[in-house]
């Protein structure tokens, strides 16, 4: 997908007028990259992984700070 973005970057690079680098030719080229890595046979695979399909989730109070660790807000003071 980043490929994808950035073949649309360079086209809208090459339309806007910018002369600094041959944008027409990189967005091609990403484009390209783009479309062969999306037709692979893992791209559904990746995209599952990418929606949350395949992916272990931690436990809810994995990432809980201990009550006696944590301080009122009210009770921090300012430097």
């Known amino acids: 997908m980043g490929d994808l973005?950035?073949?649309l970057w360079g086209f809208v690079q090459h339309a806007k007028g910018n002369t600094t680098e041959d944008f027409?030719?990189?967005?091609?080229?990403?484009?390209?990259?783009?479309?062969?890595?999306?037709?692979?046979?893992?791209?559904?695979?990746?995209?599952?992984?990418?929606?949350?399909?395949?992916?272990?989730?931690a436990s809810k109070h994995a990432y809980r700070v201990e009550q006696e660790r944590r301080k009122p807000f009210s009770s921090v003071r300012e430097g």
């Open 5 to 7: 973005h950035w073949s």
């Open 24 to 57: 027409w030719d990189y967005g091609l080229n990403r484009l390209r990259r783009s479309n062969t890595r999306m037709s692979s046979a893992d791209f559904g695979r990746h995209l599952d992984l990418v929606r949350g399909g395949s992916r272990s989730r």
